[in-house]
């Protein structure tokens, strides 16, 4: 590779980075063959990092780094900083995905293992995440990517007759639509089954 593709990597990164972006460094080292050229793009880098201000976090980076040191699911943490039970925003994603109010408890099930980490959010429907942004007033989808390793072998919910076993570590949960008896909108729309 040569000088000048190096210096237009480097020029991309600087050009994103001025943008507003918040480009990944590993990304655009891994553009480069190890080596010498690596060495000089991660030079360069780290020169126009120290030459350039410090940008503000986002508050998504700020969620994700407190969901880290405290090793708590990054969704949690967005709803306990915006000082919101979780039965508030079950009961605002019922309302706006116009869900018949007998589902709310299925819809609570799928809500605490999607905030937890429990449920696979790559199926999640996009109506989902378009209500929960607006409740939560973050960039939600991003957040639920990321979850944290399990602190414990076990995993617990609230139920009427105390805690109850939620899972195994490595384990999915049952899901609602197994413990309800039947797939229906809410099972779509969280799982993507049908």
Do not use: C
């Amino acid at each position: 590779m040569s000088e000048s593709a190096v210096e237009h990597v480097f020029d991309e990164f600087a050009l994103a980075y001025r943008r507003g972006e918040r480009p990944d460094v590993r990304e655009y080292l891994e553009r480069v063959p190890e080596g010498p050229e690596r060495e000089a793009l991660a030079d360069l880098i780290d020169r126009f990092l120290v030459a350039v201000p410090a940008r503000e976090p986002s508050e998504e980076e700020i969620v994700l780094l407190e969901a880290r040191l405290e090793r708590e699911p990054a969704l949690l943490v967005l709803r306990r900083r915006r000082r919101l039970r979780r039965e508030a925003v079950v009961d605002a994603l019922v309302r706006a995905l116009g869900l018949d109010p007998r589902k709310r408890d299925k819809v609570a099930g799928y809500y605490h293992q999607l905030e937890t980490g429990l449920l696979d959010p790559e199926p999640v429907d996009r109506s989902v995440w378009e209500a929960l942004a607006e409740v939560l007033r973050a960039n939600v989808r991003a957040l639920a990517a990321r979850v944290p390793p399990p602190p414990a072998a076990l995993a617990y919910r609230r139920a009427e007759q105390g805690f109850v076993l939620q899972a195994r570590l490595g384990e999915r949960p049952p899901s609602p639509a197994a413990e309800a008896g039947g797939l229906d909108e809410v099972d779509r729309l969280f799982t993507g089954a049908s």
